[in-house]
């Protein structure tokens, strides 16, 4: 391939982490790149919490700008970051595989113990809602910024036991350290680890799909993220999905919760692979048969906010 891709990207080191790596594949594929840094609403605004920004897609806008724009040719992002209804003439072109799917807690002091008086930090209402949900009794405040920014919150905020990660995020810049517990209960964001390619849907990049794309990943994260668009549910919102392959098998477990953690709604579904097409929208289709009441009161909770 001739032509010089130019590689959209986010300035913080765990997205230049990405984008570096989708260069590097590129690279060994005989793909030439360069990396183009653009600013997000996300990272411009680092006060107000996700939720209050006013719109959806705070961390891939700018992105999606600069592709319709020709400024760019494709563009990494966290697919977590990015809404299932993408702007127009914008597609998710490949999904590299999965990393850890994992929240996880960063503590503070030797040991994690679950006291009635803690304080964790937490800007994602998802984890904050489920963490309320196993620990009724602690307080959480709001916490925001790129990785390297809220784990230097950990310290500075002396009163906070630890604050809620990504694993995949941490373990990509070499920031996981030990002092931490895997959340093996919390059900993580939907496309939680995952890294996406998007493109402009008139611009045909078959080469790299072909070395970038990770056929399984995409499947399941596709399946978690119809299921979060069928319950019309954002970015932001207390929904977690977590779809899993196993044995020609698809394994899902989908989550709703009320923004105080007080409500919990779990939906645990299989499916062989084969039959697998739509599976997202047929556990959100269930999910709402059974827990309309809910999905009523968090819009107005979130309405509020």
Known sequence: MERIIKIGTRASELAMYQANLVASILLKNNIKSEIIKIDSEGDIDLIQPIYKLGFSGVFTKSLDSALLNKKIDIAVHSLKDVPTDMAENIHNLAVLERADSKDIL???????????????????????AQWLNKYPNHAIEGL????????????????????????????????????YIDLDWMIPAPAQGAIAVASRMDDTLPEIRQVLNHIDTEICTTIERDFMNAIQ???????????????????????????????????????????????????????????QQLINDIKLDLDSL
């Open 106 to 128: 960063k503590y503070k002091g030797n040991d994690f113990e679950a006291s009635n008086d803690l304080v964790i930090g937490t800007g994602s209402i998802r984890r904050k």
């Open 144 to 179: 925001r910024g790129n990785v390297n920014t809220r784990l230097k919150k950990i310290d500075t905020n002396t009163h906070w036991k630890g604050a809620i990660f990504a694993k995949a995020g941490l373990k990509r810049i070499n920031l996981l350290g030990e002092n």
């Open 233 to 291: 549910a954002g970015c932001s919102s207390p929904v977690g999905a977590i779809a899993l392959i196993k044995q020609n098998e698809v394994h899902f477990k989908g989550l709703l919760i009320s923004l105080d953690g007080k409500q919990k709604a779990l939906l645990t579904k299989t499916i062989k692979l084969e039959e697998s097409k739509g599976f997202g929208i047929i556990c959100a289709n269930e999910m709402k048969a059974s827990h």
